[in-house]
């Protein structure tokens, strides 16, 4: 059985940061394709990040260049996410996603077929 389970979320001031992890198991974690995702109250999910199962490219949504990093330790099955200088529109929760590694559609909620249940990240103003 598939398991993605996060952490590190949490309650933060504006410019504050946070390292969110997620740790997989029940598969080969070097194989897949992984992201993080967000939602909002209301709102729909978000892509945020992601990487290639080799570590060796990674894609951001453009409100989160040069304040996020993604990043993954496969010896670990661990995947990351450092969150730097948070914003109240970073409010949301976080998912990590993994899927197989074809095709180029890492932003598609669809494409993934592995999710957390996700860790709930609030900044406030």
């Known amino acids: 059985q598939v398991q993605l389970v996060e952490s590190g979320g949490g309650l933060v001031q504006t410019g504050a940061s946070l390292r969110l992890s997620c740790t997989a198991s029940?598969?080969?974690?070097?194989?897949?394709?992984n992201a993080w995702f967000r939602q909002a109250p209301g709102e729909a999910r978000e892509f945020v990040a992601a990487i290639r199962w080799s570590g060796g490219a990674t894609h951001y949504t453009n409100s989160v260049k040069d304040r996020f990093t993604i990043s993954r330790d496969n010896d670990k099955n661990t995947l990351h996410l450092q969150m730097n200088g948070l914003e109240p529109g970073d409010t949301a929760v976080y998912f990590c996603?993994?899927?197989?590694?074809?095709?180029?559609?890492?932003?598609?909620?669809?494409?993934?077929?592995?999710w957390g249940q996700g860790t709930r990240v609030t900044v406030a103003s």
């Open positions: 996603a993994a899927k197989l590694p074809f095709g180029n559609d890492y932003d598609i909620p669809n494409e993934y077929k592995y």
């Open positions: 029940g598969l080969t974690f070097s194989s897949v394709d």
